[in-house]
């Protein structure tokens, strides 16, 4: 080893936490500070909590079930006009009117939800 490029090492270097605990260990410093240590920190104690800060949690369900909410009335959209095209194909090859059909399908589905 090169002589005076190396920094001292102090083998029963002191650790000093904010909470008062202290021990020893092996460093380049004499005395070390920290502000957290196993005898302090939440995790280590088993006083972890998950905070909800601000309602956090309840946003993002809120948003959650929006988008559900969205999807499903999309979805209900889109079987609707697929039910129509259906109706007004099936119109057309018995040779009737496709808009009164489809008109006429979309009374009897009313008719039927409110019956429910």
Request: aromatic share 6%; hydrophobic share 30%.
């Amino acid at each position: 080893m090169k002589e005076g490029i190396h920094p001292k090492y102090y083998p029963a270097a002191i650790v000093v936490c904010s909470c008062g605990n202290t021990w020893t260990t092996g460093s380049t410093k004499p005395e070390i500070h920290t502000d957290v240590c196993s005898a302090c920190h939440p995790f280590f104690t088993g006083e972890q909590r998950i905070v909800d800060t601000a309602g956090q949690v309840d946003r993002f369900m809120k948003r959650l079930r929006g988008k559900d909410e969205i999807r499903t009335r999309v979805r209900a959209e889109a079987q609707a006009r697929t039910s129509e095209r259906e109706v007004a194909r099936k119109a057309r090859a018995r040779g009737d009117d496709p808009d009164a059909a489809i008109a006429k399908a979309r009374k009897e589905a009313t008719n039927e939800g409110a019956a429910e």
